[in-house]
């Protein structure tokens, strides 16, 4: 129920913040305004 949705959603951040960290071009990544990861992070967060 709501646990496994916050472990979820925890789990989902902590994923797309490794590809980010990793990724050579992370920061173009992250200042795209439509970045799709992006969205989604920020709807499972909120």
């Given at each position: 129920?709501?646990?496994?949705?916050?472990?979820?959603?925890?789990?989902?951040?902590?994923?797309?913040?490794?590809?980010f960290?990793?990724?050579?071009?992370?920061?173009?990544?992250?200042?795209?305004?439509?970045?799709?990861?992006?969205i989604?992070?920020?709807?499972?967060?909120?």
């Open positions: 129920g709501l646990w496994m949705g916050i472990m979820f959603g925890t789990f989902t951040q902590l994923v797309f913040f490794l590809c960290t990793l990724s050579a071009d992370w920061e173009k990544e992250v200042s795209s305004p439509l970045n799709p990861p992006l989604i992070l920020l709807t499972l967060s909120s």
